[in-house]
């Protein structure tokens, strides 16, 4: 209860790479989460330093294509400023973790009901891995981001990555620069109902 409640999302980091025993610890606590059917559908690839500047790169350039191609309407441009602040954050935490969905592929291809079905369960399962994953690292006094601001800039990054995987997400890990205070939640009687 004490990590739930004291994680934050972190968007400011100290330069510091934590050591490779700690992201392992946190990879684990990943593993550990249940998953339908126990298919594991994730792949985590630990990017840092040159890698890392490299994966950015890439982003960098989808976010870019983005905003510079006229013939994408600008409904689905919103959110763009966002995925650049992202961007910036990323590059400045020493960690980033991309999450992969060994079963799925693209999100822009076609999908017939069933795989759908298949889809969300691993995404479910996915965001179970994920949020052990920024637990454990909330307890080693490690800060976290969950992005999925990288959608916008899927095909520059999978074909970077090298894979046909889905790029469910990211998570950016390092020691916190900032401890911001908690964000708002709505009330449980908005949100909860018994029957
Ligand atoms: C699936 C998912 C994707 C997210 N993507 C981003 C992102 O791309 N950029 C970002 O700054 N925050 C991102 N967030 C963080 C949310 O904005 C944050 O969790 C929310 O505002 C609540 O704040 P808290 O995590 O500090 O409680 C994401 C969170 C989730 C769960």
């Known amino acids: 209860m004490d990590a ?3 994680r934050r999302s972190i968007r ?4 510091e790479l934590p050591d490779r025993k700690l992201i392992g610890e ?3 606590a990943g593993m550990l989460a249940p998953s339908a059917k126990n298919r594991q559908p994730w792949k985590f690839i630990v990017f840092t330093e040159k890698s890392k500047e490299q994966l950015l790169r890439a982003m960098d350039a989808g976010l870019t294509r983005m905003l510079d191609d006229s013939t994408i309407p600008q409904e689905a441009k919103t959110g763009l ?3 650049f602040h992202t961007l910036k954050i990323m590059q400045e ?3 980033l973790i ?3 969905n060994t079963n799925s592929g693209s999100p822009f ?4 009901p069933a795989d759908r079905i298949t889809e969300i369960c691993d995404s479910l399962s996915i965001g179970a891995a994920v949020q052990n994953m920024l637990l454990k690292a909330a307890s080693l006094g490690l800060g976290t981001l969950w992005i999925a601001n990288t959608f916008y800039a899927y095909p520059e990054l999978a074909a970077f990555i090298g894979t046909p ?4 997400c990211a998570v950016a890990l390092g020691y916190p620069d900032e401890a911001p205070p908690p964000r708002p939640r709505k009330k449980p009687e908005d949100v909860a109902e018994y029957r």
């Open 4 to 6: 739930i409640k004291e």
């Open 12 to 15: 400011k980091y100290r330069a």
């Open 26 to 28: 946190v990879l684990q």
């Open 81 to 83: 400023t966002d995925a």
């Open 93 to 95: 935490a020493p960690v």
């Open 98 to 100: 991309m999450i992969l």
């Open 109 to 112: 291809d076609g999908i017939s």
């Open 165 to 168: 995987s889905q790029l469910t």
